[in-house]
């Protein structure tokens, strides 16, 4: 990684880039949180289709981490199609079973299979894997929503699942996700999570649906790789200039989303003050060059250079101090980032590193 000397930014540089910093990161903020806002006024539909006992109910209480009520329904409790109702902006709709699919082929069950934001399709990899009454159905859903992610649940119990896997694949038209898991042993669920919240995002629902979920820390993890992928590719180097408005404005996008994930809300004042101690408060500084490697996902970013390991750590600042209940203000994001680099001058591990 590429080292810079004190030297290279002058006082006026330095003064020059807080200003800068202040002025897009105003910008940013009232346009994130915005964004932010809309998303969370959005309502979220899930449809959960596939035989009784394929795990649905299963599934969905390990991707939350808590049990959905209303998805637990036993066979016969239910006959009609109706959304449940989780967290007031978020609904699942569970089928009771495919027959009913195939059966209540109406115009109102089909109108919601149109509204749904994505549509799980069940399968079960220790019983007969896409049947003729599932393909029925699968037929009817896709004409209706294609925003299927298929889900070949119990493999813990199956044989041959990559076989399954292609197979389905192939009887499908290779146009969806098939996503193997065991809802039993938790197996690939992180998997169908990230899938579930890439297809939100494409309706700019993530952020809604993420901050439901018990386990935000792979998320978080996610949202800051990404963040420094990006700020590394503005500028291995921030400059006074062009690189300024939107590293400023990457930086603010991650603490707003992070905010929002852990619903920890977070004032523009320290935003901005935090994106200033970040950028300029460690220029000439070797941070972090050997600190990122022990965060999960660091190595492709440690490459980027000084903007991209600098949005990491702050984004493990930032996140560190939310799980641990710390104020996330310049001063604690700050101290944090010094902890964990002594703790390596050290030679201690940093939190979270494997032993
Ligand atoms: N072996 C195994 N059993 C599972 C798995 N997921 C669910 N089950 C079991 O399958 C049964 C039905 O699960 P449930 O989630 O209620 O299915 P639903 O009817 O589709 O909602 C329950 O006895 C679960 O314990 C899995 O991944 N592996
Ligand atoms: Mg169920």
Redesign the pocket.
Known sequence: MKTIGKSTYTEAQKSEMKRQIRHAADDAFDKEMAEINEQLNKEILIA?V??????????I?RIVGEEVAG???E?GETTAIHPHAYKDKIFFI?T??LNDVNKENSATTLDYFRKTDVVLF?LNA?GTVFSESEQRSFRIVEKANPNILIVL?????ADEVDRLVSRVRRETGQKYDVIP?????GENVDTLRDAILELLKKNNKDILFARTIKEKSSIANKWIIAASTSAGAIGAVPLPGADIVPLTALQIGLLTKLATLYERPISREAAKEIVITAIVGNLGRTIFSQIVKFFPGAGSVAAAGVAGTVTLALGYSVKYAYERGIDVTPESVSKLYKTFRDRKDKGKKLPGEPE
């Open positions: 959960l596939g035989d009784v006992n394929a795990g649905k109910s299963s599934t209480n998805v637990g329904a066979p569970d009771p079973g069940f220790a649940n119990k493999i813990d119990a898991i065991s809802s039993r042993t």
